[in-house]
């Protein structure tokens, strides 16, 4: 058989049933000839087995090996990451109401205590007060004016900053939110996978 090139683009993370084989087709995108196309797409990469744990690292030289068992002669070239990380989550399981209105209620008040408090450390309170009597010559313990724009400010602001508006996006621009999970995520995917090979490689040694 002649050789044949083959491009393949690894996605860097992808979820996956554990109950099911992960084929080619699931972890990367495939350039080749239409004549060998849909047999490669189907081709099986990995059994996931109970061992692997909800995480299974699937990379580069793992593809060309089983991809040469049954096409020896092509030429396979990867574009992009080395690697994919295939997450097996178990099945998802509806939240029973209470737990979600305890949860909510606990966030909730957990959120206010903590913008009363800070409020209490800078004593927005008497800023108001002294803003008040600034501008109006007079003196009260309750400078409405300034304390509800500011606390309609404060709840317009919060949400600006979250980008969100219950689900609702309110531009395509990332929250600085979720730019911090995002690189947290990289991060942690990058952990795994130099864990993945150190023990790989334990395992290697172990068995020689």
Request: avoid cysteine.
């Given at each position: 058989?002649?050789?044949?090139?083959?491009?393949?683009?690894?996605?860097?993370?992808?979820?996956?049933?554990?109950?099911?084989?992960?084929?080619?087709?699931?972890?990367?995108?495939?350039?080749?000839?239409?004549?060998?196309?849909?047999?490669?797409?189907?081709?099986?990469?990995?059994?996931?087995?109970?061992?692997?744990?909800?995480?299974?690292?699937?990379?580069?030289?793992?593809?060309?090996?089983?991809?040469?068992?049954?096409?020896?002669?092509?030429?396979?070239q990867f574009i992009g990451p080395p690697q994919t990380i295939v997450e097996t989550p178990p099945p998802k399981k509806k939240l029973p109401l209470l737990i979600f209105s305890f949860v909510w209620c606990l966030l909730f008040v957990g959120a206010a205590l903590t913008i009363m408090n800070f409020h209490e450390d800078v004593s927005m309170r008497e800023v108001h007060i002294q803003l008040y009597e600034i501008v109006t010559g007079k003196k009260t313990q309750y400078p409405l004016i300034f304390q509800i724009p500011y606390s309609i400010g404060l709840g317009t602001g919060m949400v600006l900053f979250f980008n969100h508006l219950f689900k609702k996006r309110l531009n395509e621009e990332p929250s600085p939110l979720e730019v911090e999970m995002f690189n947290y995520q990289q991060n942690l995917d990058q952990y795994m996978i130099l864990h993945e090979r150190k023990e790989n490689k334990k395992n290697d040694d172990s068995s020689s």
């Open positions: 058989m002649m050789e044949v090139p083959i491009y393949i683009r690894l996605h860097h993370r992808i979820r996956h049933r554990a109950d099911l084989p992960v084929q080619l087709r699931d972890i990367a995108e495939v350039s080749a000839p239409e004549n060998i196309l849909s047999d490669l797409l189907a081709a099986v990469i990995h059994e996931i087995r109970q061992k692997d744990g909800k995480v299974v690292i699937i990379d580069a030289m793992t593809v060309v090996e089983k991809l040469n068992r049954h096409w020896p002669g092509v030429d396979i």
